[in-house]
């Protein structure tokens, strides 16, 4: 017994480890030529993320999807979570103001029909090589600073990262929010696109963040298409984090929504819009970190694996992101036009509302004072916020095709 807690302590060790030696790789350029070492390391990795499936599905979208075992999960690797009791079901589902028949009617296109895990495992999108090369990559490029500000005194490189969102200063344990889906273009493989909801809590060194959204991210997931994305992490993305389910951490309970999910169809220019709804709240009684996405509980990141993050929150935003090699043209972000071409047209994010403590049990708007726009480029990328009789909301986004100087 006490052997194999080591062993994943060992484990835990060397995934975090390896995130400092690419991080270090990818300083250099030389991420994409690997030794025979490291290559020998990433099998290894490999074999210690991908757990053995029950069952698996290969789908239209080229991914493979593995039923686990649900106590068998990768999370479970994590040192924290030795004893861990999965929390099966949220103690209470906090309400928010969603119109509940609009949102599954909504939702429907995106639950995958075709995947039925046997009953005592769960979905999970198998990581492949490029994948974890290219997670390791991009993380050091800054993903989920909700602000620019926290990632430069990490001496992170963010010369080609730029954001226009709508932030919010304040104490709080839950967010939601329902973003639009689109599919913005990216050029290349080392660029993204992401449209999320970010919560974050401490000092910039150590700052632990969720990120709940949809991303096109052609290095995650090597292809162009829109998807539920989620990154995590308990000290500013040194050695602790990660994308979905590429490290111990976030703890899958759905049978039907996974991470990494395909989001199609996507909205059109002056056509039919679709969204998903999202929400991130700390659990009544464990402090767990819970996932829901349209109203389906899809798991969690336990409480036991943040620092700051353990007991609320103080900083939320919603909108867009995109990152870039500083000597290429930015890509487009949400619908690729400007914010103020307004419904139908631009990106939205709607319904904003937070939960400002755990003693409270529902969601409500956030308080008006702590609520900034932020956008670093809006020559290029903007927000605008206004509220109608559903809550707060923005619209964001720019065609991109800007270039910078460092
Ligand atoms: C919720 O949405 C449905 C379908 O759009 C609509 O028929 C219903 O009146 C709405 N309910 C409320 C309370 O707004
Ligand atoms: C992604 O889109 C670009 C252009 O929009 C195209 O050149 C490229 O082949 C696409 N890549 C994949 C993997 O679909
Ligand atoms: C992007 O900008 C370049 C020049 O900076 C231009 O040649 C190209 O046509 C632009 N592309 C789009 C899609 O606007």
Not at 59 to 78: M, N, P, R, S, W
Not at 160 to 181: D, M, P, W
Not at 324 to 348: N, R, T
Request: charged share 20%.
């Amino acid at each position: 017994m006490q052997a194999a807690l080591e062993f994943k302590q060992i484990i835990f060790i060397l995934l975090a480890t390896f995130c400092v030696i690419s991080l270090y790789a990818e300083q250099v350029q030389e991420w994409e030529k690997l030794s025979q070492e490291e290559e020998m390391e990433l099998d290894r990795q490999l074999k210690l993320i991908n757990k053995p499936p029950i069952k698996s599905f290969q789908t239209e979208h080229g991914d493979i999807i593995d039923c686990v075992d649900i106590y068998k999960q990768l999370a479970f690797d994590h040192p924290t979570l030795k004893n861990h009791a999965i929390q099966m079901k949220p103690t209470t589902i906090p309400k928010g103001i969603r119109n509940e028949s609009e949102t599954i009617y909504k939702s429907m296109p995106y639950i995958p029909g075709n995947i039925r895990c046997p009953r005592g495992s769960v979905p999970i999108r198998r990581t492949t090589r490029e994948d974890l090369i290219m997670a390791k990559h991009i993380k050091s490029k800054g993903f989920n600073h909700p602000r620019k500000s926290h990632a430069k005194t990490s001496g992170l490189d963010l010369a080609g990262y730029h954001s226009a969102v709508l932030e919010y200063e304040n104490r709080i344990v839950g967010g939601r929010a329902t973003i639009n889906i689109w599919n913005p273009v990216v050029n290349n493989a080392k660029q993204y696109s992401v449209s999320s909801m970010w919560i974050a809590n401490g000092d910039a060194e150590k700052m632990n963040s969720i990120s709940v959204g949809w991303a096109v991210n052609r290095a995650l997931y090597s292809d162009n298409k829109s998807r539920l994305n989620t990154y995590w992490t308990a000290d500013n993305s040194h050695s602790t984090g990660c994308f979905n389910t590429f490290c111990p951490g976030f703890v899958q309970v759905s049978s039907k929504i996974f991470l990494g999910l395909p989001l199609d169809p996507v909205s059109t220019y002056n056509g039919p819009q679709f969204d998903i709804a999202v929400s991130i709240s700390q659990d009544f009684s464990t402090g767990n970190w819970m996932l829901m996405f349209s109203d389906i509980y899809v798991g969690y990141w336990p409480k036991a694996i943040f620092t700051s993050m353990a007991e609320g929150a103080n900083f939320i935003s919603w909108g867009g992101e995109v990152y870039s090699m500083i000597s290429d043209l930015s890509p487009q972000m949400g619908s690729a036009h400007f914010p103020e071409e307004g419904y139908g047209k631009a990106a939205f994010v709607k319904q904003i509302q937070v939960i400002p403590n755990i003693d409270l049990s529902g969601y409500g708007d956030p308080d008006e004072h702590s609520l900034k726009l932020y956008r670093d480029a809006p020559h290029c990328y903007d927000v605008e916020k206004g509220v109608d009789k559903q809550g707060h909301y923005i619209f964001f986004g720019g065609p991109g095709n800007c270039t910078f100087q460092v």
